[in-house]
T-cell receptor, first 116, second 114 residues
Framework: KAGVTQTPRYLIKTRGQQVTLSCSPI?????VSWYQQTPGQGLQFLFE???????NKGNFPGRFSGRQFSNSRSEMNVSTLELGDSALYLC???????????????FGPGTRLTVL | AQSVTQLGSHVSVSEGALVLLRCNYS??????LFWYVQYPNQGLQLLLK??????LVKGINGFEAEFKKSETSFHLTKPSAHMSDAAEYFC????????????FGTGTRLTIIP
């Protein structure tokens, strides 16, 4: 099975621009989560989608949004970029059906976003 | 709210020596606990997890961890370090309500001394 893929791998933007990152989960996985990784704040949960519905959301401003399509692929969007948004954005997928937990999350290699 | 504390942001051990990475958690509900490893320029890979049952959990690459409820700990160990173990290690916790959200510790960078 192919792993989680994320595109693009690297991205450079300037302040005020917006960006869209894409994630394709492992085939058959319906849950997709997004995390931001920075040297200062570490790994922080952004949001999780399951069957096109946002199931959980982290403590990030409204500039960060996401969506999931019927084929489970997910995108996240950051509008009005700030310097502090520079980070590695990781996507993870799992099988986790509703009402269960503890399933392994499989992570993609991430998209490294640099905001100048 | 859940939280994870990893003691020691950097740990160095000699090749062949015991590896011990510490993790303490805080959770108001029975937790699910995970250890992930991250190699440079890569995503995270699951080493092992505890959900229920046996408190000593064996994972990949010779790693194991023991869930100690009384100490709220989930320390990661490996009897004999290998050069390929050099990486960053993250302990994480999630609740048992079907919530995918992982709360991570700040990570421990493991260096192996030849």
């Amino acid at each position: 099975k192919a792993g989680v893929t994320q595109t693009p791998r690297y991205l450079i933007k300037t302040r005020g621009q917006q960006v869209t990152l894409s994630c394709s989960p492992i085939s058959g996985h319906r849950s997709v989560s997004w995390y931001q990784q920075t040297p200062g704040q570490g790994l922080q949960f952004l949001f999780e989608y399951f069957s096109e519905t946002q199931r959980n959301k982290g403590n990030f401003p409204g500039r960060f949004s996401g969506r999931q399509f019927s084929n489970s692929r997910s995108e996240m969007n950051v509008s009005t970029l700030e310097l502090g948004d520079s980070a590695l954005y990781l996507c993870a997928s799992s099988q986790n059906p509703p009402g269960t937990g503890g399933f392994e999350q499989f992570f993609g290699p991430g998209t490294r976003l640099t905001v100048l | 709210a859940q939280s994870v504390t990893q003691l020691g942001s950097h740990v160095s051990v000699s090749e062949g020596a015991l590896v011990l990475l510490r993790c303490n958690y805080s959770s108001s509900v029975p937790p699910y606990l995970f250890w992930y490893v991250q190699y440079p320029n890569q995503g995270l890979q699951l080493l092992l997890k505890y959900t229920t049952g046996a408190t000593l959990v064996k994972g990949i690459n010779g790693f194991e961890a023991e869930f100690k409820k009384s100490e709220t700990s989930f320390h990661l160990t490996k009897p004999s370090a290998h050069m390929s173990d050099a990486a960053e290690y993250f302990c994480a916790v999630s609740d048992n309500f079907g919530n995918e959200k992982l709360t991570f510790g700040t990570g421990t960078r493991l260096t192996i001394i030849p």
